[in-house]
């Protein structure tokens, strides 16, 4: 939501409605359903109220840096990307370090970069506003308008109406695309609403829509003729570049939709997001071309497919109610999951992480998700024999941001099994004791997860719903040095905490390096029933164990830019995970999680991976329980590496 507005629109509770043109029910889809997928509600609403909110935001006092300056009626007619100079109708110019083109579809910055031009779609498109409230009033229209947050599609052979509500409900907006031959607009090559010979559109309309079923033809003839505006809908095939010099576009500037799924405004500020994460404070003007290429990188191949995708929906349904049910299964099953499940701030500070990360050569470790660090010391594999442990697990799982998860998974190799932008993770801390390799030593480990994902591996079979573990932490060197070497666990060094109080009824973990607090899990559990009755632990029914993946990463030798000896994914199982022994289960009645990062002063081998883990939201903690067994519970390698980097 832009800061300090509120928009008129409504979050993403939508039924989308479709019919025949003679007003054959082909099918509801009822968006509500999938609320719970998506971290951020999505926002039903006009273009114009966006801007206006943008431009409230943009020009008002408060927030970071100085309010915009905007200079109304300053007509650009050139643009020199080279110097990001301005030059305005009246001979005046202006230079900056940046020149973002946002002039949409009659571009004047776009013909600095590339001789692409935008051309008729073969179809334009009546667009005007009915009040809700008297449509209501109409006995005649049935049930098509009574349900709030309705958006219909009535589909023709060659044309089709959208009809949704907006502004809180209180009025219809119409979209009616027809071919542009029937309506005849004054300028074949005018894409905005014409005012000339307004007067006829009405009765244009109502004559290129005439077959359709009566209780649509009856609402668009409640349109007041002189707001029924013709639009012709221009298209463009994806250009070559979108930025050069110090100049880069966006929006329709860059590449303009046809509106068949009402993206060109929402992909217009993903490209606004990209830029403010790749051009913000204390970027150097030399930087900007730079960065510029990586937007390019950023934005350039979703924006095309989101035009594609336009372009698909908008066919002509020339094998009737089929190709409409095509379309209606392609945007519940490719579309939607596209469009909503994508963070372009998050996409783009990876992308200029990854930037960071080629400039500056720095050795890569395990674990390498949160980027590259110095390596403290050499590892040696070590064999461990297995012996009699016990062990007690505490585990918090929450709800967070999947577009953040997304970026610690390995490009290519490992993907989310599920769709929306609300995912799953875990921490893990089990307390390993009479560990029979360590002489009967103890030692803590705190586990991330990430749960539901997959990978195709190509000769180990297919994982398609595993945990990835993310990072260990662990308080042993020989546990941390075996870890890593074999099985190939990305773990690093901690020191822990655990205190318990409330008569055991309260736990927490600590996890620090040196004095300074990492992390904290708090766990409250009922450990007596109503007459003070010490209540007994359920016991844990052995059954099937999902695999874990991991990044197993280790460098080569030669320097920065040494080729990596092992960048694979690979499989984990615990051992005797499976095996029928004794582990029982405490449910937590409240769990609590804090995640802490300090600057790199204060933390120096562990700040990276602390101010990626500390960005994570914890949305909503799902579950909280505390187990104990009997029993060696390491990871093993499961066969060979499931898959390359």
């Known amino acids: 939501m832009i800061p300090g507005t509120e928009l008129p629109g409504r979050p993403l509770d939508i039924l989308v409605v479709e019919y025949t043109s003679s007003g054959e029910l082909l099918g509801r889809q009822d968006l509500s359903t999938t609320a719970g997928l998506w971290q951020h509600s999505g926002i039903l609403c006009r273009r114009y109220e966006i801007h206006n909110a943008l431009k409230s935001a943009a020009v008002a006092a408060e927030g970071a840096g100085p309010p915009a300056n905007l200079k109304p009626s300053s007509q650009v007619v ?44 073969g179809k334009s498109a009546y667009r005007f506003l009915v009040d809700r409230e008297k449509a209501l009033n109409n006995p005649k229209l049935g049930d098509i308008i009574q349900r709030d947050g309705e958006f219909s599609i009535w589909y023709g052979a060659d044309r089709r109406v959208w009809l949704y509500t907006t502004h809180f409900n209180r009025l219809l907006n119409f979209v009616c695309m027809h071919p542009d031959s029937l309506s005849e607009p004054p300028d074949a090559n005018d894409a905005f609403g014409s005012s000339q010979n307004v007067h006829h559109n009405k009765s244009r309309m109502m004559e290129i829509f005439k077959d359709f079923d009566s209780r649509l033809v009856c609402l668009l003839d409640m349109a007041e003729p002189s707001s029924v505006r013709l639009w012709k809908l221009l298209d463009m095939d994806p250009p070559p570049i979108r930025h050069k010099g110090r100049l880069c576009l966006v929006g329709d500037a860059a590449l303009p939709f046809l509106p068949h799924i009402g993206q060109g405004a929402a992909c217009a500020l993903e490209d606004a997001a990209s830029i403010t994460t790749l051009i913000g404070p204390g970027v150097q003007e030399s930087d900007i071309p730079e960065r510029l290429k990586l937007y390019e990188e950023c934005r350039k191949s979703r924006a095309e497919n989101l035009h594609s995708f336009s372009r698909l929906l908008g066919r002509d349904l020339e094998a009737g109610n089929e190709d409409a049910k095509l379309n209606r299964e392609l945007m519940a099953k490719k579309f939607f999951p596209y469009i909503f499940a994508h963070d372009e701030f998050d996409h783009s500070a990876q992308k200029l992480r990854e930037l960071e990360y080629r400039k500056t050569p720095a050795l890569w470790s395990m674990p390498v998700s949160f980027g590259p660090t110095a390596r403290v010391g050499r590892s040696t594999r070590q064999q461990a024999a297995d012996g009699a442990a016990s062990d007690i697990s505490s585990t918090i799982k929450f709800k967070t941001s999947r577009t953040l998860l997304q970026n610690l998974l390995p490009n290519g190799s490992v993907s989310f099994a599920t769709v929306g932008s609300i995912a799953l993770a875990s921490y893990t801390h089990t307390l390993h004791s009479n560990v029979d390799w360590l002489a009967g030593q103890s030692y803590n480990e705190l586990s991330f997860y990430i749960h539901s994902v997959q990978s195709e591996a190509r000769n180990n079979g297919s994982h398609p719903n595993s945990d990835f573990l993310v990072v260990s ?41 040196n004095t300074k607090v990492i992390l904290k899990m708090e766990f409250t559990t009922r450990e007596m029933d109503e007459n003070g009755t010490e209540m007994e632990m359920e016991p844990v029914v052995p059954g099937p164990v999902a695999d874990v993946l991991t990044h197993r990463y280790v460098p080569g030798i030669g320097g920065p ?38 600057s790199p002063k204060d933390l120096p081998t562990l700040h990276h991976i602390l101010e990626r883990l500390a960005e994570l939201p914890v949305l909503e903690i799902v579950d909280g329980y505390i187990v104990e067994g009997m029993g060696s519970h390491a990871f093993d390698q499961i066969g060979e590496p499931v898959s390359a980097v």
């Open 78 to 121: 050139e643009v020199i990307p080279e110097s990001a100079t301005l030059i305005f109708e009246d001979g005046s110019t202006m230079t900056g370090d940046l020149v973002i083109g946002a002039d949409g579809i009659k571009s004047v910055a776009r013909n600095r970069l590339h001789d692409v031009k935008p051309f008729p779609s």
């Open 561 to 598: 830019d040494a080729v990596p000896a092992v960048d694979s994914i690979i499989c984990l199982r615990r051992r005797g995970a499976e095996q029928a022994v004794t582990r029982r289960k405490r449910t937590c009645t409240d769990s609590a999680l804090h995640v802490i990062s300090h």
């Open 473 to 513: 932490f662990v308080d042993s060197a020989d546990v941390l040095i075996r870890g890593r070497e074999h099985p190939g666990i990305p773990m690093v060094f901690c020191n822990f905490s655990i205190s318990s109080h409330d008569r055991g009824s309260h736990r927490e973990i600590t996890a620090l390096w």
